[in-house]
C-alpha cells in the first residue's frame, strides 16, 4: 500500500491538471516529456552549476510551466490543435531533455531531496499527501470559483463562452500553464524517488493520466468531468499495475493490459455521449 500511495501521486498530480485541460476541450501530450525535463534541469543546475538543490528544483519545475506556457501559446495565439501542438511538444522537450543531459542519468543523492518522493509522515507517503492538498485544491477552483466555471463553459462551447464574455485565450493558458507546472512537480518527484534524473523518465506518463481522467468520467469532448471521477481512475490504473508485478505477469503484457485499459474507457466515453444525444 505504501508502495502504491508512493507511485500514485506522481501519475495523480499530473492527472488532476489533465482534467482541467480536457473539460477545456483540449488534450495536453507533452507532460511526461515536461516531467523528463523538470529532473534533467534540476540535475543540471544542482550538480552542474552549484545552486542550492531547493533552487535547482524550483527551477526544473519552472521549466515545466514554461512548456506549458508554450503550449497555450501555440493553442490560443497560434491556433494550432492542442493534439498537434502538445505533440509537438512531447517531442522536442524529450529530445530537449536528452540534448542537455547528454544522453546520461545523474545522480541526485541528497536526503531531504528523497523525503519529497520516498518519506512519509506518521506512516502517509509524503508525495501521497501532496496529491491529496493538490486534488482539495483544484476540486475547490473547479466547483466553486469563477475561473472553474469558466473552463467548463469553454469546454461545452467555446463560441457561446466567447460571446458570454469568458476571457477564452486567458483561461486555457492558465490551463496550460497549470499542466506544466505540475507535471513538473511531478518529475522531481520521481526524480527524488529515483534519486537521480533519467531522460527517459516518465515515457508513457500522458497516456496513463489521460486513461484515468477519461475512466473517472471525463469526457473528451470537453466541458464535463469531475476530479473525484480522475482521483479513482487514477487508484484503479495503478492498482491494476501493482496487481500485474506481484502476480509476475511480464511486462510486454502490462502494456497490452494498459493500452486495454485506455480503449475500454474511450469507448466507454463515446458510448456514453451517444446515449446522452439520443436521451
Given at each position: 500500500m505504501v508502495n502504491i500511495g508512493q507511485t500514485l501521486a506522481t501519475t495523480g498530480i499530473v492527472a488532476v491538471t489533465m482534467t482541467l485541460v480536457i473539460i477545456s476541450g483540449g488534450i495536453d501530450l507533452s507532460v511526461g516529456s515536461v516531467a523528463a525535463l523538470a529532473g534533467v534541469v534540476t540535475s543540471l543546475f544542482w550538480t552542474f552549476a552549484g545552486l542550492p538543490l531547493a533552487v535547482a528544483a524550483l527551477l526544473g519545475i519552472l521549466a515545466g510551466a514554461a512548456v506549458g506556457a508554450l503550449n497555450g501559446f501555440m493553442v490560443t495565439r497560434i491556433k494550432i490543435s492542442p493534439l498537434i501542438a502538445t505533440l509537438a511538444a512531447f517531442s522536442i522537450v524529450r529530445g530537449l531533455a536528452f540534448v542537455i543531459s547528454n544522453g546520461q542519468t545523474n545522480q541526485l543523492n541528497n536526503d531531504a531531496f528523497k523525503f519529497l518522493g520516498r518519506g512519509a509522515i506518521a506512516g502517509v507517503p509524503f508525495s501521497l499527501i501532496l496529491l491529496v492538498t493538490f486534488f482539495?485544491?483544484?476540486?475547490?477552483?473547479?466547483?466553486?470559483?469563477?475561473?472553474?466555471?469558466?473552463?467548463?463553459?469553454?469546454?461545452?462551447?467555446?463560441?457561446?463562452?466567447?460571446?458570454?464574455?469568458?476571457?477564452?485565450?486567458?483561461?486555457?493558458?492558465m490551463v496550460y500553464v497549470l499542466s506544466g507546472l505540475f507535471a513538473g512537480i511531478s518529475g522531481i518527484l520521481i526524480a527524488s524517488q529515483l534519486a537521480l534524473s533519467a531522460p527517459r523518465a516518465a515515457m508513457g506518463m500522458e497516456l496513463t493520466a489521460i486513461a484515468a481522467v477519461v475512466l473517472g468520467g471525463t469526457s473528451l469532448s470537453g466541458g464535463k468531468g469531475t476530479l473525484v471521477g480522475t482521483l479513482l481512475g487514477v487508484l484503479i490504473l495503478r492498482i491494476l499495475d501493482n496487481g500485474l508485478v506481484l502476480m509476475n505477469v511480464s511486462s510486454f503484457y502490462q502494456e497490452v493490459a494498459s493500452g486495454g485499459v485506455l480503449l475500454l474507457a474511450v469507448g466507454f466515453d463515446q458510448v456514453r455521449l451517444r446515449i446522452g444525444e439520443r436521451a
Open positions: 482539495v485544491l483544484f476540486w475547490f477552483l473547479l466547483t466553486n470559483t469563477k475561473a472553474g466555471r469558466n473552463i467548463m463553459a469553454i469546454g461545452g462551447n467555446a463560441e457561446a463562452s466567447r460571446l458570454a464574455g469568458i476571457p477564452i485565450n486567458r483561461t486555457l493558458m
